[in-house]
């Protein structure tokens, strides 16, 4: 029994698609087993919103008369930073990016008030956001300066662009020294006094597909509320990292670099957010259609999250240093129990990825395929798996 | 006659200290004691009412000082933005008092207002600025 993404997509147009999220294919194999399962089901729809420091747009101003030449010269969206290493007007700003006058953690922990997270959040809400920039002047943009309001409906082009989302699975944190510590897994309390985790688990897309079978470059997915595209395997992709059984990796594995329209997407799903004492991030929203093309793709999305593993890493030291060490494993149903036993002691837990807000993407996303509004993509290439080679390496300093 | 209310949170090497003792007995202060949350393990949490004359309120606050106990002012007002909040679930760990709570269903947060002592723990810990202090 097999089926082809034509075939599903025929399907869609005439409004009969089956499609269930990756929480109710669990139940629907549990109870009909995969064979049927399959016949049934044709598209299964994974998401997750989380936050993902490798994101930010890039925006074609339009030119100014006279003409001006951002490219080389400095640009600020509401007092932060945007790279300008490109033609005239093209401009990009990174999700992490803070005002120069931000203090950072001079104060420590830094409270990171306004960021690049929140000027993408901004700009997509709709609201002006005040560009300030200067430039060198040359015979062809003799301009200097440019100061300006700037709204997402009169640029030319502004597109999200992210070059790492989606992490399939990631550590779960914890801080073994005798002091706080602020990292970008949050608040982490001394001497274990919570862990932090941050995967949508069971309806994380990457999960689903654990070795990239449907996922590639060219699938067309949910992001930020809007359509966008995966256009290659996101930076630090890991695929030949330790797998389960099941092919589910049980550290950070594969990652995706995505692209898609601002103008479509919506400020309910990209949401700019601070980190005390790390920073500022963007949280994105994201939600990817796997295609019930066999029994074998039915079978992996129907992962459930105990077997679905994370290695419990000490965000203190083993982290910062580099160093390959885990404190033991836990499976997603444990972490989202409240509670995970560490060392032989009880440590609460906490999630920076919303499992209820995974759950709404994909919920939507699942409408807009059975209304014909969604169809899937053949991907054109396919990401790097595990036979590969292809790995996360460190830097060699020199 | 002066009047404080503070919240008192000490590392547990001074958990044996008899600090309410020594505000009444050396400092001469009325000590009123609205909530308390202390265990051998953990981080003591306080929240007091000092009142007595304005100069022994100063020397009662000095000695917490000089104890590195961290003293904050005893919020007003918690308020819980449900709007903004997006269920992540990083806050749940830190409150010392279950005021937020997950339902391990629909890995919803609910904010119980009346349980919440307003330590402030979980403010800065929301990355989505849903959860607001008033002094
Ligand atoms: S302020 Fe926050 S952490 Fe403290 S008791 Fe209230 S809800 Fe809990
Ligand atoms: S940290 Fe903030 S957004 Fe997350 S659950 Fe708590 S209140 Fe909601």
């Known amino acids: ?398 | 006659m002066a009047k404080r209310r503070l919240v008192l949170t000490f590392p547990p090497k001074l958990v044996e200290e008899p600090i309410t003792y020594r505000l009444i007995k050396d400092y001469d202060l009325v000590v009123n004691i609205l909530r308390a949350k202390i265990s051998p393990e953990e981080e003591g949490r306080l929240m007091i009412e000092l009142s007595g004359e304005k100069s022994a309120l100063k020397r009662g606050v000095d000695y917490l000082n000089r104890l590195k106990v961290n003293i904050q002012p005893l919020a007003r007002d918690i308020r819980w933005l449900e709007e903004k909040c997006t269920h992540c679930t990083v806050c749940v760990s830190l409150c010392p008092t279950e005021a937020i709570v997950v339902d391990r269903n629909s890995m919803k947060i609910s904010f119980n207002k009346n349980k919440c002592i307003a330590c402030g723990a979980c403010i800065p810990a929301c990355p989505y600025k849903a959860i607001e202090i008033l002094f």
């Open chain 1, 1 to 398: 029994m097999s089926k082809t993404i034509a075939e599903i997509n025929e399907k869609i147009r005439k409004g009969k698609a089956v499609v269930v999220d990756a929480e109710e294919i669990i139940d629907l194999v549990e109870e009909k087993g995969v064979k049927k399962a399959t016949q049934e089901v044709d598209v299964v729809t994974t998401a997750t919103f989380g936050p993902m420091c490798s994101s930010g747009a890039y925006l074609n101003i339009g030119h100014s008369k006279p003409k001006i030449k951002l490219g080389g010269g400095r640009v600020y969206l509401n007092n932060i930073p945007a790279y300008a290493g490109f033609a005239a007007v093209d401009i990009y700003l990174g999700a992490t990016a803070l005002p120069e006058d931000d203090p950072r953690n001079e104060v420590f922990p830094g409270k990171f008030e306004y960021g690049g997270g929140h000027a993408i959040q901004d700009l997509v809400a709709g609201k002006d956001i005040k560009l300030v920039a200067s430039a060198y002047g040359t015979d062809c943009y003799p301009r200097k300066n440019l100061k300006t309001l700037i709204n997402l409906k009169d640029l030319n082009e502004a597109v999200l662009f992210n070059p790492r989302n989606a992490y399939q699975n990631y550590n779960v944190a914890v801080n073994l020294s005798d002091k706080t510590i602020y990292t970008y897994m949050g608040v982490l309390k001394a001497n274990m006094g919570n862990a932090n985790y941050c995967s949508a688990g069971q309806l994380s897309p990457l999960l689903n597909d654990p070795l990239y079978k449907t996922i590639g470059i060219g699938s067309r997915i949910f992001l930020g509320g809007g359509t966008g595209y995966v256009i290659w395997q996101g930076t630090q992709h890991n695929p030949t990292a330790q797998r389960k059984d099941n092919d589910v990796p049980s550290v950070p594995a594969g990652t995706l670099a995505v692209i898609g329209d601002l103008k479509e997407m919506s400020s309910e799903y990209l949401v700019g957010i601070t980190m005390p004492g790390y920073g500022v991030t963007l949280t994105v929203g994201i939600g990817i259609p796997i295609p019930i093309l066999n029994e074998e793709i039915c079978r992996y999305t129907a992962v459930k999250d105990e077997d679905i593993w994370a290695q419990i890493v000490d965000y203190s030291s083993s982290y910062p240093l580099g160093k390959k060490e885990s404190l033991g494993e836990v499976n997603y149903a444990q972490l989202k129990s409240g509670k995970i036993l560490v060392k032989n002691r009880d440590v609460l837990t906490g999630s920076l990825s919303s499992y209820s807000k995974a759950k709404e993407i994909a919920t939507i996303f699942k409408e807009w395929i059975e209304k014909g509004r969604f169809l899937l993509s053949e991907p054109v290439a396919y990401l790097p798996g595990p036979d590969t080679g292809y790995s996360f390496k460190p830097l060699k300093e020199r």
